[in-house]
């Protein structure tokens, strides 16, 4: 899925960035780079999205975060779903 | 070594500096960084320099250089805009990346923010990857330590091959002087072989983090960044400003404008008691008194108004209104981004165009420059406030803001227009930082409102003084020369050839059509010029004012168009000079001028047509 698709709240690791290679390349710098785990803060209805990844906040817009593949973030030992873990590492400011 | 600060040497000066005595060619050193991580506050706290500071990426869009010594060498730091890597770049960042191919530079400083170390190692490097020596400066350890982050910075010098690695506080001028003395050193021996290139892997041996994000900041986040409560929260903030400059600062101008007004009788009467001239008491008191004090009468609101949008700069909301704002912004063919410039355009429009190069495109870059003047400048509000003042004193803060509202309006259909003209599809690809909010710092805030006002200050002294001057000789000279009635001076020539294209709006007054005229050197020279020309001494006296412009047969609907006018014409020479300069083309400074005319032409018609009408 996109980090578009993605819900608020939830964390993901970012798979790869399909988009032109100028832009990605920008994007890597900025830190959104493959294997980066990130959280969804905030997004408005069909429009951009903040995320919070390695320890700054970016604000996407829509074209922007639909070259971005993510894959949600497996659920941890304890058993406790991917939801909680996002919520949970929000609420860390990871 | 002892390094003295400040040290105000201009760069200009480079070449005789370099020669004086046995001293050695001056040492050029870049400081290089991300967006927004602090440099120009390192460059100002190196060189004394005062140069413009802000929280949110891309405060500084060109290239500042300026020397200080260090022991008996001279250094020239250059303070270069942000980047986030030496691959690629937008237009602001072009000049950055030219500085360290060139071989401009002889030592990058690479500054760090050092509460996002991450992000920040990978300009380092880059910068490693080349030839030029390097020396990283870790920028805001408060921020980073307040924060829960903290770095080991001696493992982090070997983890980037042993180059020098300095903690800087620019604002306690501490650690300058050691990262003054890295500079110098590395330029002789460079360093930086074998550094460990995983980002990864240098964060995990040499960052620590201990601390949750607090409370306060995550709902302060929640609330700036929320869909619907950021909208509102935006549109509070801005109603905040604008009444707060309006309501305070106005009953403050009131007390300045009486007392200039006072003053200037005294002044009156002495230099009559002295038996001083005539036309030289005319000329002191009627020309530039009144028009250079009906100016400064102003400078309470601006300052109310300064001290806000500075606050605003400087607590990283700014950013956050480009997130908040990028639905609205798509309408007019722009990203989020474009909310940057645009308000900066309510402080003053050569700031605002200046700061279009952080748009993405250079089409979006133009289309920010068409938009900028409609914002109205703090130049115009004097204006709008005399105007409010004398017809609409009941609802003048209503009448007031609709004009801001119908300016921003105005821009909005145009970039929408342009937009359409170029055919563009309106994609969303914004891409910003959006950096933590913080408590503005008092002395960033101060020196922010401090420059523009002597900017503000500067103007009244000398391009209204020269304005005024200029009025007043063509108000007392005419085709007879000297001591003409001033219905057969200059001005009024010059006034009455304007006025018959003034007539559909309602302003075919000679006096009206001069005062518009003398606001193409700088808006507050309208208000100056309605003062001098309608000959009305007291500087805060609506009624007396109200009284010549009723009997010159000006009315309400006359003033509505008036203030729409002077909203929507072209800006003042400064801004049309920077537009020109930025753009670096004949066709788009005279495109831009055209729709300036042709926009405040035909909607001040409208709006007069629509209130006699109705």
Known sequence: MTLYEGETGKSYRIHSIVTKEELAARLRALGIREHATTVILSRRKKGAMIISIKGTRMALGRKIAEGIRIREEESDDHGIPAKETGRQKRRNGI | MIMEYPQKKRAGKREEMAFEGDMMPPLSVALIGNPNCGKTTLFNALTGEERKVGNWPGVTVDCGTAAAYFGDRVIEFADLPGIYSLDFSMSEEQETKEWIHSGRADVAVNVIDASVPERSLY???????????????????????????????????????????????????????ELSESAVSVSSHPRGKNPNTDIEDIILKCVTRNKEESRREKLLDELTLHPVWGVLFFACVMAIVFFAAFGAGNIFRGLLGTAFSGFLDILRSGLCEAGVYTWLISLLIDGVGTGVGSVLAFIPVLAVLFVLLAVLEDSGYMSRTAYVMNGALRFAGLSGRGCLPLLLGFGCTVPAVMAARIMETCRARRRVILMAPYMSCSARLPVYVMLAGVFFPERSAITVFSLYMLGAGVAAVLGRFSSCICRESREDWLLLEIPPLRLPDIRTVCKNVRQRMEDYIFKAGTVIFAGSLLLWVLLNFGPSGFG??????????????LSPLLAPAGLDRWRIAAALLTGLAAKEMIVSGVYVLYGTGGLCDSRELLTALISDGFGAASALSMAVFCLLYPPCMAAMGVIWRETHSVRSFFSALFVHLAVAWGASVLVYQLCIRF
Do not use: C, H
């Open chain 2, 123 to 177: 300009l380092t490097q880059e910068l490693l990857k080349e030839k030029i020596p390097v020396v990283v400066a870790l920028n805001r350890m408060d921020a980073a330590e307040s924060a829960g982050i903290f770095i080991d910075i001696k493992k982090l010098s070997e983890e980037l091959g042993n180059i020098p690695v300095i903690a800087v506080w620019p604002r306690e001028k501490r650690g300058l002087g």
């Open chain 2, 484 to 497: 003409a009635e001033i219905q057969e001076s200059y001005a009024a020539v010059l006034g009455r050839f």
